[in-house]
């Protein structure tokens, strides 16, 4: 799809969200608690929404791709437990360092890779996305690479608040380590306030009517852990306690 059908439909999508909001306000619907899929990560066109970056960019040596595996796609046995689907799915991946080029030692700190979907225009402004009507981020991921970096990940949320380089933020903690796919679902209310990197004293309600972006991020520099990193993504989504199992439930804890 062109950039310009891109843009077109999500001015659509927002012209449909408004409609649906002055009928909430009317009364004329219930708020729908289904699950919802945000983002899939199964073609390039969808990968090719979402940003990449890492401490390279500012004089740090480690690297970061966002890549379809087309592997994947052929591997039934990986794949059944996201339904076996003859689909490629993405995996975010590179080398984690802790140094940094020569010259900034002892000014810079290495260890950063990540990725979020990119900001998302329309004639009626940026698009974003509403889950006040669900209490879990559903993630579908495949973790792998060096163990060492099995658990320095982060999933990241920005929203259209009033302080812009806000960030929610919420540790990755994965039961599987078989290289298989597995559900992951965080209650939105476990997601702590950061800024700069740093965690906030004034910990507020998130606003999650309007979410402008989600990512993950792997922070070896925090953790010290370095090594190559590898974690597949099929899809990012919003659900209720009611269409998952409780033993599936994301413990209540943070960071």
Same mark, same amino acid.
């Given at each position: ?7 077109l439909n #999500?001015?659509?999508?927002v012209l449909r ?9 009317r ?6 608690r ?6 899939t990560?199964n073609?390039q066109?969808e990968?090719?929404?979402f940003a990449?970056g890492?401490?390279?960019d500012i ?9 379809l ?11 059944a437990s996201?339904?076996g689907?003859?689909?490629?799915t993405?995996v975010f991946?590179?080398?984690? #360092? ?5 010259g900034l030692? &002892?000014?810079l700190?290495? &260890?950063?890779?990540g ?5 998302r225009?329309?004639l009626f402004?940026e698009?974003?996305?509403d889950?006040s009507?669900?209490?879990y981020?559903a993630l579908?991921?495949?973790? &792998?690479?060096d163990?060492s970096t099995?658990?320095?990940y982060f999933?990241n949320?920005q929203?259209?608040?009033?302080i ?6 919420h540790?990755l903690?994965?039961k ?17 306030r950061?800024?700069s990197?740093e965690?906030s004293d004034?910990?507020?309600e998130?606003y999650?009517e ?6 993950i991020?792997l922070?070896?520099?925090n953790?010290?852990?370095?090594g #190559? ?7 990012i ?8 199992e409780?033993?599936?439930? &994301? ?5």
């Open positions: 799809m062109s950039h310009l059908g891109q843009y #999500r001015s659509a999508q969200d408004n409609a649906a909001r002055m009928l909430l306000m009364g004329a619907e219930i708020p729908s289904v699950p919802r899929t945000l983002f990560f073609s066109e990968l090719n929404a990449t890492c401490d390279a004089g740090g040596t480690s690297t970061v791709h966002l890549e595996d087309q592997n994947i796609a052929k591997d039934k046995d990986n794949n996201i339904g689907q003859a689909t490629p993405g991946w590179g080398d984690m #360092r802790l140094g940094v080029k020569h030692e &002892g000014r700190r290495g &260890g950063y890779a990725f979020r979907n990119k900001k225009s329309s402004g698009l974003t996305e889950v009507n669900h209490r981020l579908r991921l495949r973790l &792998g690479g163990p099995h658990n320095s999933c949320i929203t259209d608040g009033p812009s380089t806000d960030l929610w933020q540790r903690y994965f599987r380590r078989d290289g298989t796919w597995e559900d992951i679902y965080i209650p939105f209310d476990n997601f702590v950061t800024n990197g965690v004034a910990q507020i998130m999650r309007k979410i402008r972006s989600i990512g991020s922070l070896g520099g953790s010290g852990a370095a #190559r990193y590898e974690l597949g993504i099929d899809s989504g919003v659900t209720n306690d009611e269409f998952i409780p033993t599936a439930r &994301g413990e209540p804890r943070r960071m």
